[in-house]
């Protein structure tokens, strides 16, 4: 397992994060059809992620209402000293006008809850689940920045933000002189590159860690589903992320192609080219089931030629788009080139 600095801090994380939106014991609940692993399954996934060297497990507040930050936390016990832990602060499952977003009152009554659940008294990474459109982003940002001066949260991280809301949160955290964002959680995967775009020049620029999320689509790159329509899992019910079929069913022939030739799977394959792709820091696996699990862990040995990753980048390739296409198209510049030497 190797370990990267989570953008422009001293904080090293392990290249793969556990995910634990499955921990969930609410079989007949809509988190349960993305999981139910229970507590003892929970706590073997845990124990299995640290001896593979994983060191950072990501959950929030709002999975299955809480449940996975209180499964996450009694799976860790007293190693909770030795791993970080990223939760993350927008949604709420109350009904209140006060119960949603990021404003000053919902951080500071969601962070009590999570450290509660999770059984710690500081949280490493504290991620603002979305953006919150009805929120002045300095009262959120003054509200985060006075947890990381209580101690309660030690770095500040976003998720699902666009670019200019990552550049306009970066800017205004200067400005303010707050803590600022070191890290961006987004969903990026072999059926999904539309982060190259905009989100991963953005981070590099503005020198913001990666955590990337639902790295197999769901499940769509792990091989199972095929275009008959067979396979099974939670996409049969919950198809999130969203997939363009035509372009991902030849993103997983070419897939199983080369994981026959490299006798691995085709999950791993996926999760392996994320992993070799610049701007990513780590890669968030999910698993509903142990063998799974280990399946995915694997991932982090497997190394892919520059000839395979130009095969998978071919047959992914997303429609350029202006104005992305503008220099590539006047200067023949790569849309990440200028930052090639700068890894
Ligand atoms: N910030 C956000 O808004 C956000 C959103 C989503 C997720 N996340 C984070 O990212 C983590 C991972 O997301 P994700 O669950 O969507 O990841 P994913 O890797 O895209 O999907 C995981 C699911 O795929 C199936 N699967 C996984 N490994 C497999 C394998 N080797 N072979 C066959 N099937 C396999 C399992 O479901 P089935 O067995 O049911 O098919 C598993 O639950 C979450 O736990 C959460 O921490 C964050």
Redesign the pocket.
């Known amino acids: 397992m190797k370990y990267k600095s989570l953008g422009n801090t001293g904080l090293y994380v392990s290249e793969l994060?556990?995910?634990?939106?499955?921990?969930n014991n609410e079989v007949g609940s809509f988190l349960g059809?993305?999981?139910a692993t229970g507590q003892e399954l929970a706590t073997k996934m845990v124990n299995l992620s640290i001896d593979a060297g994983i060191n950072i497990f990501?959950?929030?507040n709002v999975?299955s209402s809480g449940i996975?930050e209180m499964m996450l936390g009694k799976a860790l016990g007293n190693k909770r000293k030795d791993v970080l832990i990223?939760t993350?602060v927008y949604s709420t499952m109350s009904p209140g006008p006060n119960d949603l977003g990021t404003s000053r009152l919902a951080i500071m009554r969601e962070v009590e809850g999570s450290l509660k659940r999770l059984g710690t008294d500081y949280i490493d990474l504290y991620?603002v689940?979305?953006f919150d459109t009805t929120t002045p982003l300095e009262e959120t940002l003054k509200a985060l920045d006075d947890l990381v001066r209580q101690g309660k949260v030690r770095y500040i991280g976003l998720?699902?933000f666009s670019a200019w809301q990552i550049a306009k949160a970066d800017g205004m955290a200067k400005l303010l002189n707050t803590e600022k964002f070191c890290s961006v959680?987004?969903?990026y995967?072999l059926v999904g590159r539309e982060l190259e775009r905009e989100i991963i020049p953005a981070s590099l620029d503005l020198g913001l860690g990666t955590?990337?999320?639902?790295?197999?689509?769901?499940?769509?790159?792990?091989?199972?589903y095929n275009r008959e329509g067979e396979g099974?899992?939670?996409?049969?019910k919950f198809k999130?992320?969203p997939v363009e079929e035509e372009q991902g069913f030849n993103v997983v022939d070419k897939l199983m192609e080369i994981a026959d030739s490299k006798n691995a799977?085709?999950?791993?394959i996926s999760?392996a080219w994320l992993l070799h792709k610049q701007g990513v820091t780590s890669v968030?696996?999910?698993?509903?089931?142990e063998?799974?699990?280990i399946?995915?862990l694997s991932a982090a040995d497997i190394e892919l030629s520059d000839e395979e990753i130009k095969q998978l980048d071919e047959v992914s390739a997303i429609k350029p788009e202006y104005p992305q296409y503008f220099p590539s198209m006047v200067r023949g510049e790569s849309l990440l080139s200028r930052f090639q030497s700068e890894e």
Do not use: C
């Open positions: 994060t556990l995910g634990t939106m499955t921990f059809m993305i999981g990501d959950t929030a999975y996975s990223a993350k991620q689940h979305q998720s699902n959680q987004a969903y995967s955590l990337i999320y639902s790295p197999l689509a769901g499940g769509f790159l792990s091989g199972k099974s899992g939670r996409r049969e999130f992320p799977s085709v999950a791993q999760l968030i696996i999910g698993a509903r089931k063998e799974q699990l399946d995915n």
